[in-house]
Nanobody, 124 residues
């Protein structure tokens, strides 16, 4: 069984930075397609960023491209999301998710494993 545990959320002022972590157990992060999603109050869960296990292309939502960076540490079996230039509209619960093979879509319904989420709040 794959277990994902997020950490690193918190309260930050607009323009600030945070780094989210997702510790993975039960499977090597190097052989999972992994991503970050977020859900704001009253909104559906949405894709933020994805990193296929094969490496290479990183995927980002248009709203975060250029500000967020996804990366992993295979030795630590951990996925990260570096978030810079945070905006109030980035406020949400951020979830780490994984799937054996993402195929052609990073839709939330296609992910097999989820963490419990970590709250990110950006004040104006």
């Amino acid at each position: 069984q794959v277990l994902l545990v997020e950490s690193g959320g918190g309260l930050v002022q607009a323009g600030g930075s945070l780094r989210l972590s997702c510790a993975v157990s039960g499977r090597a992060v190097s052989i999972l397609d992994m991503g970050w999603f977020r859900q704001a109050p009253g909104k559906e869960r949405e894709f933020v960023s994805g990193l296929p296990w094969r490496g290479g292309t990183q995927y980002y939502a248009d709203s975060v491209r250029g500000r967020f960076t996804i990366f992993r540490d295979n030795a630590e079996n951990t996925l990260y999301l570096r978030m810079n230039s945070l905006k109030p509209e980035d406020t949400a619960i951020y979830y780490c998710a994984a799937v054996e093979s993402v195929g052609s879509s990073w839709h939330p319904s296609l992910m097999d494993y989820w963490g419990q989420g970590t709250q990110v709040t950006v004040s104006s």
